[in-house]
């Protein structure tokens, strides 16, 4: 997180090229994920750029792939409420359809359960805990030292880079699989660290993956996915605009098109709506 870009980093000089990279920022600070082994690195088509810091990448080799969503929770000035830990919310239940898939979540979430009060109650730091269990996905700092959020005993960030001001905000979350292969966590000691950054690295170390996810990259599984969940009624009086949005993102997953995605994007947002309006009416009996 708060990586500078590519041509700002000038790779082989003070930093090691890596074998794969990929950016994703604005200007030139933003998300970095640098792979220095025989991974390769694949922005998912499905990507929403609303959830502009919550990246869903495939990581693979020849052998094995999982998911990687490098996270960078911050603030949203277009929309205040739908920051932070809220924004990590909202992504997840966005990229739904993904959960059941080996994957690692990971980076700073801006977060801890101690600041749950300053959120609504179905968005804070206990509401994306409990969405990642019935996932069973896991912190594996929280795991590891059998210690519960909120209570933690290292600390990843330093408030103005002072000792006296810590605070535990960084995560790693994992499937179970990842869990049960076995891992190590190391949050590294703020003493070596606060002359570089507000932030100390957190170092894990699993076991790779043996097996290959089952996805395609795709837009259009995503769109079906979501459409398929909308209510009978909402399939049967949009059943041409559900169409169409197919058709267009089949044509991106072709095409790349970005300036028909964020069509797509709000086409669907504007008929997920709809569809909550139809529930609400159908629940009071309209």
């Not at 690195?41 to 693979?60: A, D, G, V, W």
């Not at 996915?225 to 991106?252: G, M, R």
Request: hydrophobic content about 35%.
């Amino acid at each position: 997180t708060e990586c500078e870009s590519e041509e700002k980093l000038e790779f082989g000089k003070l930093t090691k090229k890596p074998n794969d990279f990929f950016w994703y920022g604005e200007k030139h600070k933003g998300i970095g994920i640098f792979s220095y082994c025989d991974y390769k690195i694949e922005l998912l088509k499905e990507f929403n750029p609303k959830f502009r810091y919550i990246i869903p990448l495939k990581i693979s080799d020849k052998e094995s792939s999982f998911l990687l969503f490098a996270i960078w929770a911050k603030d949203n000035i277009e929309n205040p409420e739908t920051g932070y830990i809220t924004q990590v919310w909202l992504a997840l239940n966005y990229y739904s359809r993904l959960l059941n898939l080996n994957s690692i979540f990971i980076g700073d979430f801006n977060s801890n359960q101690i600041w749950d009060n300053k959120h609504k109650v179905n968005y804070n730091h206990t509401a994306v805990v409990e969405f990642f269990k019935r996932n069973d996905i896991f912190s594996l700092y929280h795991e590891k030292n059998e210690i519960a959020h909120g209570k933690e005993t290292e600390h990843t960030f330093h408030m103005y880079r002072k000792i006296e001001k810590p605070y535990h905000i960084d995560y790693c979350f994992a499937s179970s699989e990842i869990l049960k292969s076995g891992f190590e966590i190391q949050i590294c000691e703020p003493s070596e660290w606060l002359n570089y950054s507000d932030h100390v690295p957190m170092i894990i170390q699993i076991e790779k993956p043996t097996k290959n996810i089952n996805l395609n990259n795709s837009l259009l599984e995503n769109i079906t996915d979501k459409t398929n969940k909308l209510n009978v009624l909402t399939i049967e009086k949009f059943e041409e605009t559900i169409k169409k949005l197919k058709e267009n993102a089949y044509k991106y997953d072709l095409n790349t098109n970005h300036s028909e995605k964020i069509l797509i994007f709000d086409s669907m947002e504007r008929l997920t709506e709809i569809d909550r309006h139809i529930a609400e009416l159908k629940k009071n009996g309209y």
